[in-house]
């Protein structure tokens, strides 16, 4: 086979690139087509590259042809093509596969990164190798390097043989440092300073404070820093504003770089008009009132925009879903203004063809579904749509929801609304040991899902056992008794408290009790609500109970009966049940008894908060609550249900229970510390600026803040009437962690104004005491 191969096979001169040569091989009839050399190409590859089939005629024309064709495919590094009496005979040699490509050295970009870089560039394991692969790896990778900056980076290929013809690609990387940035010019800003441009940039220069300073040069950086310099003027009115040049240029020794850029800002252009054109398919005098670009203001493209879209959010609650409203700037440079046009086309009026939900792997649909305001079948409101999602948001079981509109494929009438949600727990299950600043150690086991099985009802056991208080609750809540939206829940609990423990006078209170509650809601946003109570009270003092505490006891008894009904109004604009960062809640509520209650007395309380976004980094909330409690006729408010400030969820940087009227000492012990009393009046409010922490991927679980506390707590039956000089105030950090286990919130809080009987404490934490 061989030797008729070398007697009968002429090798071809197009191998090395000749052609002109057919008078070498003497045209035949191909009457088969045998492939030699093959390792893990199929021969099929072959075939389909070659132009030629059985039965054509070959010759040398043809030959080089089919050679070239072969080379093209990029699979072989040899190829030989003669012919075997009438058999055209292709012998060829593969090139190498890569098997194996290993980094070192790489510390500021994951391997991963670099993978998915080779791989986007055509390099990955399992392609064919190819010397130039080599070269073709150092450039990719140190391009990605210097796209942040490391200018001095030394990328390094080799490559190994290894058996069955593949190779391993071992990648060396010498990072080197950043470049720092040490000047960044703007040439041609009259109207603005350089400094005051240079606010709007990410980057930096190197300063004083380099540890902290954004200092090190990005393309990616400068890119958007560039993108935010031109949005800046072009809002300013500035539309003829040009960047003509950018230059980076790199030092010697590759460490520094100097930034220069030329710009020409041009004149300011103000508004002379506005006009609505196209189809208007909603009156013209109800979309004028979104229209933000007024005559004789300064012309702005993002306010221009900002018009655009709320037009077309406007449009969509009609069902244009569709719609397409765009801004058009008419210029006039002799006058510098600029008439804008916005042409509407609405497109077709749309209707919502399903409502799909993804991501609730343990929630029923049902339960999203009724939080739905647009319905199948029903116009599109842009409007419901949206608050439908935050309906969803505030169910607290979500840690992120999105929402798309589809177009139905056939159909350009209608659309598909789809729900995407992220769960998060909202619950527990088990036994759980954690640590309060105010309650010391805590042992439960609990039973406790806001979400139980996915039907969003809220169901809880809870057994906690701690220093302060023993506790041992059941409770059912549905917030969709009725398909309109009554809720009713219950609960059934027993409550063990030894105020000593909690800062407080020297007594126990062993509760048992039972209530039932309902709710309806009367709008989108607002509810109210019903409660029934039952309650026993036994009281039990201390070895050396205070004066009034001994004095109640003695005139009124140990043991209470409680019977009492509660009215309460709710109003909640907040976009979460948890870590609400937008809206606004408000609750009053009213607690009376009834007849058959041994000591009447009724209460009045408001909780209200409000969130004021200030950037995508900044939020301000604040907070207050109101509580007053008043006894019937000439009877006071009873003790044992008074009102306590200091601590968590108070005022922070004071211990818990600790401010407002203290207790006077017993005449069994006359030297005894005053204690915490409580009172029948409670006054705090709460200011706390929320931010982001930039090294916090995951912000729908954490939140950070500062704030500033302002509270106390009066007594009216002695005497300790509400005064704005008596509040207490503290100032300090926080921060909330909602994990999986439980939740953790820490707090160093300094209180501001101390008095003598004061007891302070700075570092406060909870672990484990809520779900």
Same mark, same amino acid.
């Given at each position: 086979?061989?030797? =008729?191969?070398?007697?009968?096979?002429?090798?071809?001169?197009?191998?090395?690139?000749?052609?002109?040569?057919?008078?070498?091989?003497?045209?035949?009839?191909?009457?088969?087509?045998?492939?030699?050399?093959?390792?893990?190409?199929?021969?099929?590859?072959?075939?389909?590259?070659?132009?030629?089939?059985?039965?054509?005629?070959?010759?040398?024309?043809?030959?080089? +042809?089919?050679?070239?064709?072969?080379?093209?495919?990029?699979?072989?590094? +040899?190829?030989?093509?003669?012919?075997?009496?009438?058999?055209?005979?292709?012998?060829?040699?593969?090139?190498?596969?890569?098997?194996?490509?290993?980094?070192?050295?790489?510390?500021?970009?994951?391997?991963?990164?670099?993978?998915?870089?080779?791989?986007?560039?055509?390099?990955?394991?399992?392609?064919?190798?190819?010397?130039?692969?080599?070269?073709?790896?150092?450039?990719?990778?140190?391009?990605?390097?210097?796209?942040?900056?490391?200018?001095?980076?030394?990328?390094?290929?080799?490559?190994?043989?290894?058996?069955?013809?593949?190779?391993?690609?071992?990648?060396?990387?010498?990072?080197?440092?950043?470049?720092?940035?040490?000047?960044?010019?703007?040439?041609?800003?009259?109207?603005?300073?350089?400094?005051?441009?240079?606010?709007?940039?990410?980057?930096?220069?190197?300063?004083?404070?380099?540890?902290?300073?954004?200092?090190?040069?990005?393309?990616?950086?400068?890119?958007?820093?560039?993108?935010?310099?031109?949005?800046?003027?072009?809002?300013?009115?500035?539309?003829?504003?040009?960047?003509?040049?950018? +230059?980076?240029?790199?030092?010697?020794?590759?460490?520094?770089?100097?930034?220069?850029?030329?710009?020409?800002?041009?004149?300011?252009?103000?508004?002379?008009?506005?006009?609505?054109?196209?189809?208007?398919?909603?009156?013209?005098?109800?979309?004028?009132?979104?229209?933000?670009?007024?005559?004789?203001?300064?012309?702005?493209?993002?306010?221009?925009?900002?018009?655009?879209?709320?037009?077309?959010?406007?449009?969509?609650?009609?069902?244009?879903?569709?719609?397409?409203?765009?801004?058009?700037?008419?210029?006039?440079?002799?006058?510098?203004?600029?008439?804008?046009?916005?042409?509407?086309?609405?497109?077709?009026?749309?209707?919502?063809?399903?409502?799909?939900?993804?991501?609730?792997?343990?929630?029923?649909?049902?339960?999203?579904?009724?939080?739905?305001?647009?319905?199948?079948?029903?116009?599109?409101?842009?409007?419901?749509?949206?608050?439908?999602?935050?309906?969803?948001?505030?169910?607290?079981?979500?840690?992120?929801?999105?929402?798309?509109?589809?177009?139905?494929?056939?159909?350009?009438?209608?659309?598909?609304?789809?729900?995407?949600?992220?769960? +998060?727990?909202?619950?527990?299950?088990?036994?759980?040991?954690?640590?309060?600043?105010?309650?010391?150690?805590?042992?439960?086991?609990?039973?406790?899902?806001?979400?139980?099985?996915?039907?969003?009802?809220?169901?809880?056991?809870?057994?906690?056992?701690?220093?302060?208080?023993?506790?041992?609750?059941?409770?059912?809540?549905?917030?969709?008794?009725?398909?309109?939206?009554?809720?009713?829940?219950?609960?059934?609990?027993?409550?063990?408290?030894?105020?000593?423990?909690?800062?407080?006078?020297?007594?126990?209170?062993?509760?048992?009790?039972?209530?039932?509650?309902?709710?309806?809601?009367?709008?989108?946003?607002?509810?109210?609500?019903?409660?029934?109570?039952?309650? =026993?009270? =036994?009281?039990?003092?201390?070895?050396?109970?205070?004066?009034?505490?001994?004095?109640?006891?003695?005139?009124?008894?140990?043991?209470?009966?409680?019977?009492?009904?509660?009215?309460?109004?709710?109003?909640?604009?907040?976009?979460?049940?948890?870590?609400?960062?937008?809206?606004?809640?408000?609750?009053?509520?009213?607690?009376?008894?009834?007849?058959?209650?041994?000591?009447?007395?009724?209460?009045?309380?408001?909780?209200?908060?409000?969130?004021?976004?200030?950037?995508?980094?900044?939020?301000?909330?604040?907070?207050?609550?109101?509580?007053?409690?008043?006894?019937?006729?000439?009877?006071?408010?009873?003790?044992?249900?008074?009102?306590?400030?200091?601590?968590?969820?108070?005022?922070?940087?004071?211990?818990? =229970?600790?401010?407002?009227?203290?207790?006077?000492?017993?005449?069994?012990?006359?030297?005894?510390?005053?204690?915490?009393?409580?009172?029948?009046?409670?006054?705090?409010?709460?200011?706390?600026?929320?931010?982001?922490?930039?090294?916090?991927?995951?912000?729908?679980?954490?939140?950070?803040?500062?704030?500033?506390?302002?509270?106390?707590?009066?007594?009216?039956?002695?005497?300790?009437?509400?005064?704005?000089?008596?509040?207490?105030?503290?100032?300090?950090?926080?921060?909330?962690?909602?994990?999986?286990?439980?939740?953790?919130?820490?707090?160093?809080?300094?209180?501001?104004?101390?008095?003598?009987?004061?007891?302070?404490?700075?570092?406060?934490?909870?672990?484990?005491?809520?779900?």
């Amino acid at each position: 086979m061989v030797k =008729n191969f070398f007697r009968a096979v002429v090798w071809l001169p197009v191998i090395l690139g000749i052609t002109g040569y057919s008078h070498f091989v003497s045209a035949f009839v191909v009457s088969d087509i045998r492939v030699e050399g093959l390792q893990r190409v199929s021969a099929g590859t072959v075939f389909s590259a070659l132009p030629i089939e059985v039965g054509d005629d070959a010759d040398a024309a043809l030959l080089a +042809q089919a050679n070239r064709s072969l080379f093209k495919t990029g699979y072989f590094h +040899q190829i030989l093509i003669g012919r075997d009496d009438d058999v055209l005979v292709v012998r060829v040699k593969e090139r190498p596969s890569i098997a194996k490509l290993s980094f070192e050295g790489n510390e500021a970009i994951q391997t991963e990164q670099l993978e998915d870089a080779l791989k986007r560039s055509g390099l990955a394991e399992g392609l064919i190798f190819k010397r130039a692969v080599l070269e073709k790896i150092q450039q990719e990778l140190s391009r990605q390097y210097i796209s942040q900056g490391r200018y001095s980076v030394k990328v390094e290929a080799t490559a190994e043989m290894k058996p069955r013809n593949r190779v391993e690609i071992a990648i060396n990387v010498v990072e080197g440092d950043v470049a720092k940035i040490k000047k960044i010019n703007i040439i041609g800003s009259s109207i603005y300073s350089e400094a005051r441009l240079l606010k709007l940039f990410e980057l930096e220069q190197t300063g004083f404070l380099a540890f902290w300073s954004d200092d090190k040069y990005s393309r990616e950086k400068l890119s958007g820093d560039l993108e935010r310099l031109k949005t800046f003027y072009l809002d300013n009115g500035y539309i003829k504003f040009a960047m003509q040049s950018v +230059q980076v240029a790199l030092t010697p020794d590759r460490k520094s770089v100097f930034i220069t850029i030329n710009i020409e800002e041009g004149a300011q252009y103000t508004v002379s008009s506005y006009r609505i054109s196209g189809d208007l398919v909603v009156p013209e005098s109800e979309l004028t009132p979104y229209v933000f670009t007024k005559e004789g203001a300064i012309f702005s493209r993002k306010m221009m925009n900002a018009s655009s879209e709320s037009m077309t959010i406007r449009m969509g609650n009609d069902g244009y879903a569709f719609a397409n409203i765009n801004g058009i700037p008419e210029i006039d440079d002799e006058k510098h203004q600029v008439a804008i046009a916005y042409l509407i086309n609405p497109g077709k009026r749309t209707y919502v063809n399903r409502i799909n939900f993804f991501g609730n792997v343990g929630t029923q649909d049902e339960v999203l579904r009724r939080e739905m305001v647009q319905l199948e079948g029903a116009l599109a409101s842009t409007f419901r749509i949206e608050h439908s999602k935050t309906r969803i948001e505030r169910l607290g079981f979500f840690k992120n929801v999105t929402v798309e509109t589809v177009p139905v494929p056939g159909a350009s009438d209608q659309i598909d609304v789809n729900y995407t949600v992220e769960e +998060q727990p909202s619950g527990s299950i088990g036994a759980s040991v954690g640590f309060g600043g105010g309650t010391g150690v805590i042992f439960g086991a609990n039973v406790s899902q806001k979400n139980f099985i996915g039907t969003g009802n809220d169901v809880s056991f809870n057994i906690n056992s701690s220093d302060f208080q023993e506790n041992y609750n059941f409770s059912f809540f549905d917030p969709y008794y009725t398909v309109d939206g009554l809720s009713r829940g219950f609960s059934v609990y027993y409550q063990k408290t030894n105020f000593d423990e909690a800062n407080v006078s020297s007594f126990l209170t062993d509760t048992l009790g039972v209530s039932l509650r309902y709710s309806y809601p009367i709008s989108d946003i607002t509810r109210i609500g019903f409660e029934v109570r039952a309650e =026993n009270d =036994n009281l039990k003092l201390g070895v050396y109970p205070a004066a009034e505490i001994a004095n109640f006891v003695t005139t009124e008894g140990d043991q209470f009966r409680t019977y009492s009904m509660s009215f309460s109004w709710t109003q909640s604009t907040l976009n979460g049940g948890i870590l609400a960062n937008r809206g606004s809640k408000h609750r009053l509520s009213t607690q009376v008894t009834l007849p058959g209650t041994d000591i009447g007395y009724f209460v009045f309380s408001y909780t209200g908060e409000k969130y004021f976004p200030l950037s995508k980094t900044y939020t301000v909330r604040l907070k207050t609550r109101l509580a007053q409690g008043e006894g019937f006729g000439d009877a006071p408010f009873p003790f044992y249900e008074h009102f306590f400030a200091g601590g968590f969820g108070s005022v922070r940087g004071y211990r818990d =229970n600790t401010i407002g009227p203290k207790s006077t000492p017993g005449a069994l012990d006359p030297d005894q510390t005053p204690q915490s009393f409580g009172g029948n009046i409670l006054t705090e409010f709460t200011a706390e600026l929320i931010f982001r922490l930039p090294f916090v991927e995951d912000h729908s679980s954490f939140r950070s803040m500062l704030f500033v506390d302002v509270g106390n707590v009066f007594d009216s039956d002695r005497g300790y009437d509400l005064k704005a000089s008596e509040l207490k105030y503290s100032a300090g950090i926080s921060a909330i962690w909602v994990t999986a286990l439980a939740p953790m919130t820490f707090s160093f809080g300094k209180a501001l104004n101390v008095d003598d009987d004061d007891r302070t404490q700075n570092f406060q934490f909870t672990l484990g005491t809520g779900f």
